[in-house]
């Protein structure tokens, strides 16, 4: 999971850049390794941006998220993942998410900040509470015009 400071409006690729560039910092065991945000699109759910043929993911205290990959479609999480890359637990519950569920697209951009392109007043981004079993639901929103926290995952 990221510092609580991404922009939501700055798009798919600013989140993906800001996720990999936390890695490179850390360096360590993330060298070479690539991270995407888990976040949702209106034409993709978080879940679709990962390869759910791979090994499930595991926080850095070992503890899997997943008994599959695959299972974060259905959002059968096995633990919370409230731990920055650090490994430190996170002091910011809420997370930007973008829908209603991992596995579903934002129904609209009124679930995403126009698909992370807007902080207009009123546009508002569905989060996700970390430091629950059911963090991979919609748990509230918030206004776009803030920085917040995304999901980091390993491609």
């Known amino acids: 999971m990221s510092q609580p400071t991404v922009d939501l409006t700055g798009g798919i690729a600013a989140f993906d850049a800001h996720c990999q560039a936390e890695a490179d910092t850390r360096g360590g065991i993330f060298i070479g390794r690539s991270f995407r ?16 043929s791979r090994p499930t993911w595991a926080r850095l205290d070992g503890v899997r ?12 999480a096995n633990t919370t ?40 007043d009123g546009t508002v981004v ?20 803030f920085s917040n926290a995304v999901y980091c995952f390993e491609e």
Do not use: K
Request: charged fraction near 20%.
């Open 65 to 76: 998220l997943f008994e599959r990959a695959s299972d974060l479609h259905q959002g059968i």
């Open 37 to 52: 945000a888990l976040v949702a699109t209106t034409s993709q759910s978080p879940a679709e941006r990962f390869d759910m």
């Open 126 to 145: 569905r989060t996700s509470r970390s430091t629950t079993i059911d963090w991979v639901t919609d748990d509230a929103t918030l206004p776009c015009r």
């Open 81 to 120: 993942v409230g731990y920055l890359a650090s490994g430190a637990r996170s002091l910011a519950p809420i997370v930007a998410l973008g829908s209603g569920h991992v596995g579903q697209r934002a129904s609209s951009e009124a679930d995403n900040c126009g698909d992370w392109q807007t902080d207009d």
